[in-house]
């Protein structure tokens, strides 16, 4: 199938996929032109409004364009990209599939108003790919079929474990796609200058187009060219600021000297939480609750990124087991890159705060804060002792302000505010692309194929599997639309959630034989039960915190819940037969066939 | 395409027990920079790095560039071993 595929070239596109270098490269050279054209253009005189206008259609337009040359009347192009997408570029589409708004807007402002306690999300979204490379990722794509459902309904024979496994999924994804859905119309809304309401259904459509035609296979082109933006997007104004204070247009290095800068002002302006302490409390002492804290964050949202069926997914389109190890390792790097330039974000906003804005007369305060605060809420300045001079505790900031308003801190013009606003589309879009295709997958392969009508034609599961695809998407519209409160902390759930009920049975499928049917099962019910009992009951209904862990990290109490109970109820159940336990050997062996029954049938 | 069972059943299980140990050994790397490094981030941070205090640099920095050496590390120690084997794919 997957030989087949590559000759195929998916459906004619075989020189597509031979010159990806040539198209991204001239993609991106054409991308950067359009930069410095809108560029001279705003110098020329051209308002701010069309160019953000530009940007945004711009982008849309040729996301639009990709999902269009990428439609497809064939299973595995719509449900795996054909199977025949490089580890590079899946590296790329990974990246643009995990970073999400939160990640390109709102990670920054987190860092800045967090200091070190915020580091914990830098490490666990990023060293959750280290357990996908080694545990997973291989293995997975060896067996070969469609979805992360599939393998749990092979592996513990039948629908059962296959219908807790789509459970879990949609809990998880959907509160994440929702977040997204919110963002996007967040950002359309403020660009566009529309209401939010309709900015969402615009949103909504931008999330369409890209992946409606063509499935896996426009999603995946399209999160490449999303990936390539929102990098660009993200380094430009840093590296820009970096070079006008420090001379060196390398970030990562030089704000350990803007850390050195903000300790002095710290201790001038008599801080008592320094930037860079490492647990502790808001009164500056260390502190063993923030200390478990810490490192059960970082534990939660590593298993659950090593968890999420949007992600693992992406290594079912690799063309063979090799290139999907690697693939995880170019993923990684790729997101490294936005990550490990976030801390330094933060440390430029807070220098440029400490030493021109806080102590400053009002009405000399820099150019950019005036601008932001009379955005609504953002940026707050109240005279709280009318003396005229703005204090620490004078001045209230939204965390996203930090990424959104660096183009003006550094001085750039507003053509690099429109750039930073496509940025934060593409990853919004992306994230959500990937979301929908995993939801709406799920239902159409494992629902509706597996479960109701197995003798579905070709045919008919795709029409199925985009009706479910605009379904699920105009849902979650229509609940973002309702700008539910707290969707930050949600997002946050869905990787205890998918922790929780999935890690241990994939994992012990692959690493362990003696896992039964029974066990797995059963440990994914305790394993989620638990998790979602924790979520629940602390959230609203005034249970009080287990040894002081906060709900976000809620998967630390059903992790080991779902792998005891599965190892215990394992040991008591019948053992795998042993066309499974040949099973497990031909997926854990890349060369050769998958020992099952239903391998050759997709 | 070669079907499995022409690889011999010893070389199958020495192929596994050599992959069971790498796993373990990037487990243990995965633990040290994940936790390991952390537990001491407070300890670590009276020394300074390029103006960085070393804790928050290793939290900020250091680990996640450990984590992308190891992810290449994994790609390439696992490849060879399945090509040493002979149980890589064509």
Redesign the interface.
Known sequence: MATNGIAIGGGGKGGFVANLGKIYGGYAGGFIGFTLLLAVLEQMGLPNKIIGYSFMFLTIAVYAYIGYLSRTMELSEYYVAGRVVPAFYNGMATGADWMSAASFISMAGGLYLGG?GG??Y??GW??G???V???LA?YLRKFGQFTVPDFLGVRYEGNTARFIGVVVLFSASFTYIVAQTYGIGIITSRFLGIPFEIAIFAGLLGILVCSMLGGMRAVTWTQVAQYIILIIAYLTPVVWLSTKLYGIPIP??TY?????QIAEFEAQLGIVKPH????VDAAGQ?SWTEFNN??AL??CL?VGTASLPHILMRYFTTP???EA??S??WS??FI?LL??TA?AYAAFAKLEIYSNVIGQPIANLPAWVQNWSQVGGLLTITDANADGILQLKEFVINQDIIVLSMPEIAGLPYVISGLVAAGGLAAALSTADGLLLAIANALSHDVYYKMINPKASTARRLIVARVLLVGVALLAAAVAGTRPSGIIQMVAWAFSLAAAGLFAPLVLGI?WKRTSSTGAIVGMLAGFGVCLYYLIATRYFDMPLWFGIRNISSALFGLPVAFIVTWLVSLVTRAPSSQMQEFV??I??????V?WAGAAHE | MIDASQISPEKRIEHWKKTTRLMWTLMFWWFVFSFGVHFFAVQLNGISFFGFPLGFYMAAQGSLIAFVVLCFWNARSQNRLDEEYGVAED
Do not use: C
């Open positions: 070190y580091l914990g830098v490490l990023t060293g790919y280290v357990l490379a080694v545990l291989p990562e290095l350990g000297f803007a850390l050195t860079a302490a490492a647990f260390f810490f490192w970082v534990l590593m063979n087991v090799r190890r690697l995880v390792a990684i790097f490294f990550y490990f801390p690493w050997d031909s854990r062996t890349p060369r050769g066939q020992a």
